[in-house]
Structure formats: structure tokens, C-alpha cells
């Protein structure tokens, strides 16, 4: 990781760049996938699968023989810490719902605001180089608790035609029975126009490569929402000198594993902090097993030796990072101060594997300096927010004169004669 020592503020936005994500020229590949699907359906996607994944694909959906087949294939001991992981996550995010917001405005009129889940949702996750059942519990759970009326998930089988059985087995374990052997791009064009066999939705989640995160922008156009932009994953860990070197090593190289592109990020007011855990990732690195991986990608990150705390806030902010380690000694009392950032994970024993799995916030989270201006998928990433409002004759003779003054003031007749017509029957 290469150090910079005190730089000045004006460098900051060159220094904290991310990797260059070329998402026009993905797009241009990307659209005649979403074009064929579109027109030709379940053909295109059956194309594709052989195309992409080497895999004969007859029916899309798995099978209740797949489910079971794959219960048995998954270990006892990580089905044990799937429930563990199910349970802490299903009560953080059940306890977010919030009731019916109800307010007399003036006398004689009420507003009232209430939650309505999305009706279909699609979900998606990518097969690549780990099998993320952990994501199919962090976006499928909370839209069965919000209560969506149709939520399925897509995934990219194998070339033998098979989903990795514990992705399978956290699908059944929430209650999601409905999984699709589709992968990439294809998967998102079938989710946004539909197909023989897979519906389309109003909605869709997940993480996914530069082809699926093109794919789910170019659904943003034909009127689907998305859960975020999404770029490289990213950890920003800010330690001083009494964090543990070996601590903040392995919470870089466990952000630095996931891909060539991730990011990852040092800030400290201690080159003794930062020396000690370069020499401890170099420890860790030689026996990782990803360790190409997370060496390509410490390529693209750096470390921050920064002379004040004042300075460092200020800087951390700056970044905006998707996963944001506070590794320091008065750590509580920073975070209150911490406005961009993902997910903040608080203290020396809090390392973001915690919420990357089984302690109960989401891991599906703003990256490429997004958390300025979006949030980690939660319950309300579920809902729709629908405000309703009813007006009596005493409500409408108060309000209503104020109503035609605004609007002949706007020149906007129609609007006033709609006030107008009913106090004349009032």
C-alpha cells in the first residue's frame, strides 16, 4: 500500500479516487444481451446460459428435489450458523418496521402516511469466484418481512446445471422458494422485461460484476428500480496506536479478497500503526489463498498518515467508504461524528466479517463514494411511502379559501374552481 504522508486537501479528491469503472462501454455490450431477451425470452436466456456458462439449462426454476438435494449437501455446522446468521438478522430488520403516521393538520383534516411493500421483487446473486448465500439472507429476508407479494431470486448455475447448494439452502431457509438458474446480464433483462419463465418485477436487488451493474442501470430507463449504483466493494479502517497491526491487516485483506477492483484504505495518526501493519500484511498475504486476488487490489489502495483526529474526520468523510472500521480508542464518541459512510463498525472487536454475515445490519451497501447520497438496503428499501388525506366541510371551509388564493395566484383556475365548486355546497 503506498503511504502518503500529510497530504495536502487540495490532493485529496486525486488521492482517494477508486478504480476506474468504464460503465459507458460495459453498457454498449451489455444492451443487445437486454434487447434479445426482451424479444426473444426464455430462448435468449437458454442461448446465454450456454454462451456464458457452459450450462444446458431445460427449466429454469429449481426443483423441490434441488431444495432437498442441497439440504443434504450443506454441512451441520454451517446450517447451524445460517440460523444464527437468519435469526440476528431477521430481528435488526423486523424491528425497523414503523407504524401508520396520523395527524390532524387543522381541524377537520387528517393526513396520514403509511408503508406499502413493493409487490414483485427480484433478487440476484452472483455466482463468480464465492458462493454468497449470505446475500440471499441480507436481501431476501427483509422483503418476506416487509411483506412483498412476489419475491424470487436469480442465480448462474454451474456448466453442470446446478446452484451451489448452500445458496439454495438460505433460500429455503427464509422461506424463498422460488429460484431461477440465470445468471449476468441475462438474469436482469429477464427481471426487467419478463419471460416465459421468470416474471417481471418492480424492483431488483444484489450485487453482482460490471455486466450485471450495467445491466441494472440500463434497467433504471425501462422504469425499474434498483436497490443502489453499485462499484467495487471498498473498507476504509481508521486506526491509531492502540489498535492491534494484526487486527487492522486482516480487515484490510478480507475487503482486499473479494476482487482485482476492491479497495482499501488505511488512515492513521501513527506511522508506527501503519509500519507494523504493513509488516503484518505481508504475513497474512503469504497464506492467503486469494492472495492474487487481494494482491491486485492492495494495487489500488494506499494508507494516510495524518498529523490531527480534526483532520482525519474530515478526510474519512470525505471518502465516503462503503465499509468504515473506526479501530481507535475513543471509537464511539468518532462515530457519532461519522455522516458518510455505508456501514461503521465500531471498536477494536468489530470486524466488518461481523456484518458481512451474521450480526444483523445488511451487507448490501453504497460503494464508489455513493454513501454521500444513498443508503444500505434495509426493510425500507422494501416499502413504498403512500400519504393519504381526508378532509371534512369544517376542513375544507378553513383551509379552502387559502387553497383558491394560491392557486388563482399561480393562475391556476382549475385548481381553484375544484376548492370553489365544493364550498358553494357547503
Known amino acids: 500500500m503506498k503511504l502518503y504522508k500529510n497530504p495536502s486537501k487540495e490532493n485529496w479528491s486525486e488521492l482517494l479516487l477508486r478504480p476506474a469503472m468504464s460503465i459507458e462501454e460495459i453498457e454498449k455490450q451489455v444492451q443487445p444481451i437486454l434487447k434479445a431477451v426482451q424479444n426473444e425470452g426464455d430462448a435468449a436466456l437458454r442461448a446465454f446460459s450456454l454462451q456464458f456458462d457452459r450450462a444446458d439449462i431445460d427449466s429454469f426454476l429449481v426443483s423441490k428435489e434441488e431444495f432437498d438435494e442441497a439440504e443434504t449437501l450443506v454441512a451441520p455446522e454451517l446450517k447451524e450458523s445460517i440460523s444464527i446468521a437468519i435469526e440476528n438478522i431477521t430481528k435488526f430488520h423486523a424491528a425497523q418496521k414503523t407504524e401508520t403516521l396520523k395527524v390532524e393538520t387543522m381541524k377537520g383534516i387528517q393526513c396520514w402516511r403509511k408503508s406499502v411493500p413493493i409487490q414483485k421483487v427480484g433478487l440476484y446473486i452472483p455466482g463468480g469466484t464465492a458462493p454468497l448465500f449470505s446475500t440471499v439472507i441480507m436481501i431476501g429476508a427483509p422483503a418476506l418481512i416487509a411483506g412483498c407479494e412476489e419475491v424470487f431470486l436469480c442465480t448462474p448455475p454451474n456448466s453442470k446445471g446446478k446452484i451451489h447448494p448452500a445458496i439454495l439452502y438460505a433460500a429455503n431457509k427464509i422461506g424463498l422458494k422460488k429460484v431461477f438458474k440465470v445468471g449476468g446480464a441475462q438474469a436482469i433483462a429477464a427481471m426487467t422485461y419478463g419471460t416465459e419463465s421468470i416474471p417481471k418485477v418492480s424492483k431488483i436487488f444484489g450485487p453482482g460484476n460490471q455486466y450485471v451493474t450495467a445491466a441494472k442501470q440500463l434497467a433504471t430507463k425501462e422504469g425499474i428500480a434498483i436497490d443502489m449504483p453499485a462499484g467495487p466493494s471498498e473498507v476504509l479502517v481508521w486506526a491509531d496506536d492502540t489498535a492491534n497491526p494484526s487486527f487492522i491487516a486482516a480487515d484490510l485483506l478480507s475487503q482486499a479478497e473479494h476482487g482485482t477492483d476492491s479497495q482499501v484504505i488505511l488512515v492513521s495518526t501513527s506511522e508506527d500503526t501503519i509500519r507494523k501493519t504493513e509488516e503484518e500484511l ?34 474519512v468523510n470525505e471518502y465516503a467508504a462503503e465499509h468504515l472500521i473506526l479501530s481507535l480508542s475513543n471509537a464511539e464518541e468518532i462515530a457519532e461524528k461519522i455522516v458518510n459512510a455505508g456501514s461503521v463498525f465500531v471498536g477494536h472487536y468489530t470486524p466488518e466479517s461481523a456484518g458481512d454475515y451474521a450480526s444483523g445490519t445488511n451487507h ?34 378553513a383551509l379552502g379559501p387559502h387553497v383558491e388564493r394560491m392557486a388563482a395566484a399561480e393562475e391556476l383556475d382549475a385548481h381553484k374552481n375544484a376548492i370553489t365548486v365544493r364550498l358553494n355546497e357547503c
Open 364 to 397: 448490501t451497501l453504497p460503494t464508489y463514494g455513493y454513501a454521500k447520497n444513498y443508503s444500505g438496503v434495509s426493510l425500507d428499501s422494501y416499502y413504498r411511502k403512500i400519504t393519504f388525506q381526508k378532509i371534512d366541510k369544517d376542513g375544507l371551509k
Open 282 to 315: 505481508e504475513k497474512q498475504l503469504a497464506v492467503l489463498p486469494r492472495q492474487e486476488i487481494a494482491k491486485k487490489a492492495l494495487d489500488n489502495s494506499r494508507s494516510f498518515l495524518i498529523e490531527d483526529e480534526a483532520t482525519a474526520l474530515e478526510l
